[in-house]
């Protein structure tokens, strides 16, 4: 079912409903209105790469400030039909792939609970590849200005079209939540300067085991993507001059494609939240099909203690890619065996940590003004989580950041 069916869908309902009132009543149907929003600032003290909050965005900030990064706003409407039965949809505006700030239907479903620990939703979903991924752009309900980029800023999907089974059970003493998901992707990613990688109709299907006792949330959790469409190579070398004269580069590679490739994610997540310590452990793992992109494993760890209306808090994350044997090209070619297939693989690569100290002030009752540096230290060659590195690239990076997230 597409975004723009679901939304066409509850606009009707929605107009059914607030037409005849009484009708409303009668069913027990009610009509909510929510939003969030993040007004950020975001600097460097490095021209030689951009920062990305991630990679969906195709360009970031440098040492001018610019509110492109974090600043976007969210606008949600739900539908209660019945006690377990409900329609969600939510709109955001933020940077886009294509550069622009065109609202974006982030999630259309319905939900209907079967049993109080049981529930199925269909239509438009948030992904949840990783413990509070689906809360990612929500910057009011995160301690941290931003979720760490060297965990979270691989991840391109932002939601499906599909449906997800969960289900809730006691256990010992605590609780075991297990959740299924499968859909399509109607997304796009950058690919490179001037290109995007068309993921319509990537499969995407997963699960999480949740177990909560006390203070303590833990997570396993693990996803596949499944590509639908090629990445787009060939665009990306005219732009850099056509080094191959018009030949398909996977026509000499064929290993390198992504058609039909499977990327998969694993993760742990550990959460303690006791009182006015807070303290986040995730470790996560991806291993592609294609050499086209490297694996990589990445963690990180936060602690945040509140005193009264004020958080600070300090995290490390760190980020690494594994290098594996590079396909060669049919017949032998020294440029595409030792220039072009290289260069390609060395986008993906990743070797750094960020130290991070910030700190939150809840102003106002669903208000909180943060401020947060980060100093990113790695390799001439981490280049994965940054846009336009340039020759002089070293790897370091300190980033400002200011903000200021709200719900209502």
Do not use: C
């Not at 959740?179 to 990688?197: C, D, H, I, V």
């Not at 590079?326 to 072009?340: A, E, G």
């Amino acid at each position: 079912m597409t975004g723009r069916f679901l939304l066409g869908l509850f606009l009707a309902t929605s107009s059914l409903t607030w037409a005849n009132d009484n009708a409303a009543k009668a069913v027990d149907s009610s009509v909510s209105f929510h939003g969030f929003g993040t007004l950020g600032l975001t600097r460097t003290d490095n021209d030689n790469a951009e920062f990305v909050r991630d990679l969906s965005q195709p360009t970031g900030a440098g040492k001018s400030w610019t509110a492109k990064i974090d600043s976007l706003l969210g606008i949600q409407a739900n539908i209660d039909f019945s006690q377990n039965t409900e329609a969600v949809v939510q709109v955001v505006s933020r940077f886009h792939a294509d550069g622009s700030r065109d609202p974006e239907l982030t999630w259309a479903f319905l939900r209907h609970d079967f049993t109080p620990d049981f529930s199925l939703r269909a239509g438009r979903l948030g992904t949840e590849f990783y413990m509070l991924g689906d809360s990612r752009l929500v910057g009011y309900s995160n301690l941290a200005l931003r979720p760490p980029p060297d965990f979270y800023g691989s991840l391109v999907f932002s939601y499906i079209d599909g449906l997800d089974v969960s289900t809730t059970l006691p256990v010992a003493n605590g609780l075991l939540r297990g959740k299924l998901f499968a859909g399509l992707s109607p997304e796009e990613t950058p690919f490179g300067p001037g290109t995007r990688w068309d993921q319509k109709g990537s499969l995407l299907v997963g699960g999480y085991l949740d177990f909560l006792s006390g203070a303590w949330q833990v997570r396993l959790s693990h996803a596949q993507v499944r590509f639908n469409h090629e990445a787009p190579i060939d665009a990306y070398l005219r732009q850099l001059g056509d080094p191959l004269g018009g030949t398909p580069y996977l026509w000499l590679v064929p290993e390198m494609a992504m058609l039909d490739r499977w990327a998969r994610f694993s993760s742990l997540g550990l959460v303690y939240d006791q009182g006015p310590l807070n303290i986040q452990f995730m470790l996560n793992q991806i291993k592609q099909d294609s050499p086209a992109y490297a694996d990589s494993k990445a963690g990180y760890i936060q602690a945040a203690y509140r005193f009264g209306s004020v958080t600070p808090y300090l995290g490390i994350s760190r980020s690494l890619t594994s290098h594996e044997a590079l396909p060669s090209s049919i017949p032998p070619d020294f440029v595409v065996d030792n220039v072009i297939t290289p260069s390609l693989v060395a986008q993906s690569f990743l070797d750094q940590q960020t130290y991070t100290l910030g700190g939150r002030w809840d102003i106002h009752k669903n208000m909180a003004l943060k401020a947060q540096v980060d100093w990113i230290r790695g390799t001439p060659t981490s280049v994965f989580l940054v846009k336009n590195p340039k020759p002089a690239w070293d790897g370091d990076m300190t980033v400002f950041s200011l903000a200021l997230d709200f719900v209502f």
